[in-house]
T-cell receptor, first 119, second 115 residues
Framework: GAVVSQHPSWVICKSGTSVKIECRSL??????MFWYRQFPKQSLMLMAT?????????EQGVEKDKFLINHASLTLSTLTVTSAHPEDSSFYIC???????????????FGNGTRLTVT | AQSVAQPEDQVNVAEGNPLTVKCTYS??????LFWYVQYPNRGLQFLLK??????LVKGSYGFEAEFNKSQTSFHLKKPSALVSDSALYFC?????????????FGAGTRLFVKA
């Protein structure tokens, strides 16, 4: 149970184009999802909190207009990297919280990540 | 603000030997602490968590972690390492009083277990 599907698993795009990454909770509802970016030296940076039906909450230093987040349903959040540049190349990982588990001590469920390469 | 530090980029251990992966944290209130493992090109998998109670918590695959409030540490341990334990390990903290479900991760520690 508690499977998060992230698509695509890898994508190569040209500089200046936009790329959309999908994050779906397959067997649970997720009002809240989180988007992380993993840098080459391993560290995992929280980019934003995605909230179903409302605007995402971005972390300090993350450009809202650059990384567009849409959480249109209880099982789907999307991250769009707009006007991508080579420095946006990274591994993007989404995670979701199961709505049925309301306790703050519940772990997150992660997708398998998306490797973005901008040429 | 909450933060997590994993002082070691890499830990090397021989198969069969005990392993420790270090983690220290900083939060304003009582922390919820987690360990996750990541295999190449995959997302993170939950290993174990500390919420309250017994300072030694046991998790998946024979891993355990010890919460030490005075040292603000939550080190991951395993009595006998396996080659298959080689992976990237993340410590994470959540402070529900200030951040709700927001979870902050450490920089990660790569564990190499030699046969």
């Amino acid at each position: 149970g508690a499977v998060v599907s992230q698509h695509p698993s890898w994508v190569i795009c040209k500089s200046g184009t936009s790329v959309k990454i999908e994050c779906r909770s397959l067997d649970f509802q997720a009002t809240t999802m989180f988007w992380y970016r993993q840098f080459p030296k391993q560290s995992l940076m929280l980019m934003a909190t995605s909230n179903e039906g409302s605007k995402a909450t971005y972390e300090q230093g993350v450009e809202k207009d650059k990384f567009l987040i849409n959480h249109a349903s209880l099982t789907l959040s999307t991250l769009t990297v707009t006007s991508a540049h080579p420095e946006d190349s990274s591994f993007y990982i989404c995670s979701a919280r199961d709505d049925k588990v309301s306790s703050y001590n519940s772990p997150l469920h992660f997708g398998n990540g998306t490797r973005l390469t901008v040429t | 603000a909450q933060s997590v530090a994993q002082p070691e980029d890499q830990v090397n251990v021989a198969e069969g030997n005990p392993l420790t992966v270090k983690c220290t944290y900083s939060v304003s209130g009582n922390p919820y602490l987690f360990w996750y493992v990541q295999y190449p090109n995959r997302g993170l998998q939950f290993l174990l968590k500390y919420i309250t109670g017994d300072n030694l918590v046991k998790g998946s695959y024979g891993f355990e972690a010890e919460f030490n409030k005075s040292q603000t540490s939550f080190h991951l341990k395993k009595p006998s390492a396996l080659v298959s334990d080689s992976a990237l390990y993340f410590c994470a903290v959540r402070d529900p009083n200030t951040g709700g479900f927001k979870t902050i991760f450490g920089a990660g520690t790569r564990l190499f277990v030699k046969a």
